[in-house]
Nanobody, 126 residues
Framework: QVQLVESGGGLVQAGGSLRLACAAS????????MGWFRQAPGKEREFVAA????????RYADSVKGRFTISRDGAKKTVYLQMNSLKPEDTAVYYC???????????????????WGQGTQVTVSS
């Protein structure tokens, strides 16, 4: 019902910046929340940031607060993740996710999301 395609990943030095984009297509009118997760080698997939499409409210993981900013462009049906002050520990595959419906607070668990992109690699060198 909803297709998500990530882009913008790459290699960057510590302290640098990168902007990821997630383009949505399909039945996007029914999507309530869109966000980003990441998974580093040997680790579980973890929540990074998400935004409630209609209201614009956001939620961030503590590890990225003050460094990452999530935003959305309704006309382009695209969600962005601006990543500043990148650290080597930010290295991971970043996945875009979308949820048709969530509760009062934006979810941080994988099972709270219904659709997933294929991921884009972000590598931060030291």
């Amino acid at each position: 019902q909803v297709q998500l395609v990530e882009s913008g990943g790459g290699l960057v030095q510590a302290g640098g910046s990168l902007r990821l984009a997630c383009a949505a297509s399909g039945r996007t009118s029914g999507t309530e929340v869109m966000g980003w997760f990441r998974q580093a080698p040997g680790k579980e997939r973890e929540f990074v940031a998400a935004i409630r499409w209609s209201y614009g409210s956001t939620r961030y993981a503590d590890s990225v607060k003050g460094r990452f900013t999530i935003s959305r462009d309704g006309a382009k049906k695209t969600v962005y993740l601006q990543m500043n002050s990148l650290k080597p520990e930010d290295t991971a595959v970043y996945y875009c996710a979308a949820a048709a419906r969530q509760g009062l607070r934006i979810g941080v668990r994988e099972e709270e999301y219904d659709y997933w992109g294929q991921g884009t690699q972000v590598t931060v060198s030291s």
